[in-house]
C-alpha cells in the first residue's frame, strides 16, 4: 500500500538556518505529493503541492521538489523564522483516489 | 468563506457517556473527511463521504464509532460509549473534486477529553 515517511523530529533551528525536512513515499502509480503545515491550535493547511516529477512546490520561501528517481519530496526553506515553528505534514495522494496518506509529522522550532 | 466549522472545540465527558462531534464543510464541497490525532498515533483518517455518501469507513476504529452525513452541510462523528482511550483531536476536512487534485480543507479541530 502507499506510505509517507518523514524525518524524525522534533527539529530545532536557529532563526535564518537553512531547513530540510526529509520525506519520502511509497506508492503505486504517480501520486501527487504535498506538504501541509499546522500551527499550534490550529488544523492543517496546504503549504505546497507538486503533481508529476520534477515539478517544484512554493509557498512562503518553501520549497520541494517532486523526484521520482528518488521517490522524495524533501522540504526546503532558506531562512527559517520563528513564525515557521509548526508541525510539518508530508502526504501523497493517488490519482482516483481522494485519500491522503499522511507522514508522522515533524515538529519544528525555531528560535530567535 | 467561513471555511470548515467545528463544533465543539472542545469537550470533556466521562467514560461510559456519548460523545457526538459536528462538522460543518465548506460550502459546495462534496468530499468530507473525518481524522483523528493522537501523540502515539499521529493523524489517521477516520471515514470519508463523497456526496454525502460513505466511501470508506476502514479507519473507523470499532463499533462504537459512527458517522453520518444526513445533507451536503452537516455531518456528525459519534462515539458511544466513549472511552479513556478515544482522548484526541478531531478534526474534519472537505474538498472539491473537479478532475484534478485539489487540496483538502481542515477544520480547527475538536479536541475530545474522556476521563
Known amino acids: 500500500g502507499d506510505s509517507v515517511t518523514q524525518m524524525e523530529g522534533p527539529v530545532t533551528l536557529s532563526e535564518e538556518a537553512f531547513l530540510t525536512i526529509n520525506c519520502t513515499y511509497t506508492?503505486?502509480?504517480?501520486?501527487?505529493l504535498f506538504w501541509y503545515v499546522q500551527y499550534p491550535g490550529e488544523g492543517l493547511q496546504l503549504l505546497l503541492k507538486?503533481?508529476?516529477?520534477?515539478d517544484k512546490g512554493s509557498n512562503k520561501g518553501f520549497e520541494a521538489t517532486y523526484r521520482k528517481e528518488t521517490t522524495s519530496f524533501h522540504l526546503e526553506k532558506g531562512s527559517v523564522q520563528v513564525s515557521d515553528s509548526a508541525v510539518y505534514f508530508c502526504?501523497?495522494?493517488?490519482?482516483?483516489?481522494?485519500?491522503?496518506?499522511f507522514g508522522t509529522g515533524t515538529r519544528l522550532t525555531i528560535i530567535p | 468563506d467561513a471555511g470548515v466549522i467545528q463544533s465543539p472545540r472542545h469537550e470533556v465527558t466521562e467514560m461510559g457517556q456519548e460523545v457526538t462531534l459536528r462538522c460543518k464543510p465548506i460550502?459546495?464541497?462534496?468530499?468530507l473527511f473525518w481524522y483523528r490525532q493522537t501523540m502515539m498515533r499521529g493523524l489517521e483518517l477516520l471515514i470519508y463521504?463523497?456526496?454525502?455518501?460513505?466511501?470508506?469507513d476502514s479507519g473507523m476504529p470499532e463499533d462504537r464509532f459512527s458517522a453520518k452525513m444526513p445533507n451536503a452541510s452537516f455531518s456528525t462523528l459519534k462515539i458511544q460509549p466513549s472511552e479513556p482511550r478515544d482522548s484526541a483531536v478531531y478534526f474534519c476536512?472537505?474538498?472539491?473534486?473537479?478532475?484534478?487534485?485539489?487540496?483538502?480543507?481542515f477544520g480547527p479541530g475538536t479536541r475530545l477529553t474522556v476521563l
Open positions: 507538486a503533481t508529476k516529477a520534477d
Open positions: 463521504f463523497n456526496n454525502n455518501v460513505p466511501i470508506d
Open positions: 476536512a472537505s474538498s472539491l473534486s473537479s478532475g484534478r487534485v485539489d487540496e483538502q480543507f
Open positions: 502526504a501523497l495522494r493517488n490519482f482516483g483516489n481522494e485519500k491522503l496518506t
Open positions: 506508492a503505486t502509480g504517480y501520486p501527487s
Open positions: 460550502s459546495g464541497h462534496d468530499y
